[in-house]
Nanobody, 120 residues
Framework: VQLQASGGGLVQTGGSLRLNCAAS????????MGWFRQAPGKEREFVAF????????NYEDSVKGRFTISRDNGGNTVSLQMNTLKPEDTAVYYC??????????????WGQGTQVTVSS
């Protein structure tokens, strides 16, 4: 099982980026999926979650209204549209899949990270 994240980069404050994560090795069409991030010197934190059928999402408070998670089960992908980016969004972003949500998201699979840097 592999989760390949892409779309990171350098953007100015207020800009936008779209992260994509392609899953391979098996179908994730019946799995929850999500995104986490880890800033330098900080622990990895939850960013966004989407249920297997896309009927429910959840976001970390600081990204609500700015980030949108979506998925394409036919393409076995999950995306994170990030708008109105702030310097504090700078982090390595990781996609995740499988597992369960119980107050927090506990994924089973992790992808490699993609760097997002927001300049002030």
């Amino acid at each position: 099982v592999q989760l390949q994240a892409s779309g990171g980069g350098l953007v100015q404050t207020g800009g936008s980026l779209r992260l994509n994560c392609a899953a391979s090795g098996r179908s994730f069409s019946i799995d929850n999926m999500g995104w986490f991030r880890q800033a330098p010197g900080k622990e990895r934190e939850f960013v966004a979650f989407i249920t297997w059928n896309g009927d429910a999402t959840n976001y970390e408070d600081s990204v609500k209204g700015r980030f949108t998670i979506s998925r394409d089960n036919g393409g076995n992908t999950v995306s994170l549209q990030m708008n109105t980016l702030k310097p504090e969004d700078t982090a390595v972003y990781y996609c995740a899949a499988g597992g369960y949500y119980s107050g927090h998201y506990y994924p089973k699979y992790w992808g490699q990270g993609t760097q997002v840097t927001v300049s002030s």
